[in-house]
């Protein structure tokens, strides 16, 4: 992403992730970088489809720290594996390394996305009471796995969206094979990954989590409305 671009797309965030701003205001700050960010995310799939060195398939490492870490990892599988990235977890101290592969502009907007929805879901946390007949631990994670579930649904809608807008016949054809060259390249890294078993969440927050998630300025017509990975959610 050009430095110009990638800067107006961080000051727009930055204003929809201000406390002060109104809710109309933070979806309208985040639609106009969101717009960016899809609109940049298929120009660049479609220029390395003629000309691959332009956008390498790559890696790189988040660290994702205490508290909440596993819920921030979740949080993280949602926003990537829409925008074709995927994520290995990796046991790091007292949280974990993420282990991200994807075509560089992919890995782009998943780390500027991923820093956003991490602010507005501690401002959501905050905001949230916690039930008296419930842990507060319990309820946040519960809460934090409602937000990524229905974020990461929004941004599939959005991802195919964008492809079905872009005019181009092949557009399905051109993301299936990057997403096919992603996996191929974690395949590499560890040909004996292991998935990781459901977890269960006992906290009563899932459904307010969900709620904030629909709310969560993404921006698009169609859905209404990172060293950031180590940023901490309120206790």
């Known amino acids: 992403m050009s430095e110009a671009m990638l800067s107006k797309v961080r000051k727009l965030l930055a204003q929809a992730e201000d406390p002060a701003c109104t809710p109309a205001e933070s979806a309208a700050f985040t639609a106009k ?13 479609l220029l390395a489809a003629q000309n691959p060195t332009t956008d390498p398939v790559g890696d790189r490492v988040l660290d994702v720290v205490a508290p909440y870490a596993r819920d921030k990892v979740g949080l993280l599988a949602a926003v990537a594996e829409p925008l074709r ?23 782009e907007r998943v780390d500027l996305l991923f820093t956003s929805l991490l602010v507005q879901a501690a401002h959501g946390l905050a905001a949230t009471e916690v039930p008296a007949d419930d842990h507060p631990a319990a309820f946040r994670r519960s809460w934090l ?14 991802e195919s ?3 079905s807008e872009s005019g181009t016949p092949s557009m399905a054809l051109v993301l299936a094979d990057r997403s096919d060259r992603v996996q191929r390249r974690l395949t590499e890294e560890y040909p004996r990954l292991r998935t ?19 709310r969560a300025n993404l921006g698009g ?8 990975a180590g940023r901490r959610l309120g206790r």
């Open 145 to 158: 796995a409602g937000f990524a579930e229905v974020v990461g649904g929004r941004l599939w809608a959005a």
């Open 196 to 214: 990781a078993p459901p977890r269960r969440l006992g906290g009563t927050g899932f459904g307010s989590g969900a709620e904030a998630g629909q």
């Open 33 to 45: 970088a969101t717009e960016l960010i899809a609109r940049y995310g298929v120009d660049r799939a």
């Open 85 to 107: 990235c995927r994520c290995v977890r990796r046991r790091q101290g007292n949280g974990f390394a993420l282990h991200l592969f994807g075509f560089a502009s992919d890995l």
């Open 161 to 163: 969206a964008a492809a």
């Open 221 to 228: 017509r169609d859905l209404g409305g990172g060293a950031a």
